[in-house]
Nanobody, 115 residues
Framework: QAQFVESGGGSVQPGGSLRLSCTAS????????VGWYRQAPGKQRELVAE???????NYADSVKGRFTISRDNAKNTVYLQMNSLKPEDTAVYYC?????????WGQGTQVTVSS
């Protein structure tokens, strides 16, 4: 089964930007809907963005207009471009398959937005 590896997180000030990357160890990653999730302390994990095998995307209202999800199937990679970051975006970010194939969570990548 696929193993997810997330990277690109860091600490930024409000209004800053980060680009997260998600890769999988198996080619099964390609051809499936992939989503970005986040989990803040004391809160449940939530789906913030997803992309299908083409270019169709969906976003949570909280990030719509600020985040952009994309994928490069040749590189087996999904990206999350995060702009205009807010303190409320602080969380550990994960990628996974929202549908069909149960897959263990990776370690995630920490995003911290503060002054």
């Amino acid at each position: 089964q696929a193993q997810f590896v997330e990277s690109g997180g860091g600490s930024v000030q409000p209004g800053g930007s980060l680009r997260l990357s998600c890769t999988a160890s198996k080619s099964i990653f390609r051809g499936y809907v992939v989503g970005w999730y986040r989990q803040a302390p004391g809160k449940q994990r939530e789906l913030v963005a997803e992309i299908n095998t083409g270019t169709d995307t969906n976003y949570a209202d909280s990030v719509k207009g600020r985040f952009t999800i994309s994928r490069d199937n040749a590189k087996n990679t999904v990206y999350l471009q995060m702009n205009s970051l807010k303190p409320e975006d602080t969380a550990v970010y994960y990628c996974n398959f929202p549908y069909g194939v149960p897959t263990p969570w990776g370690q995630g990548t920490q995003v911290t937005v503060s002054s």
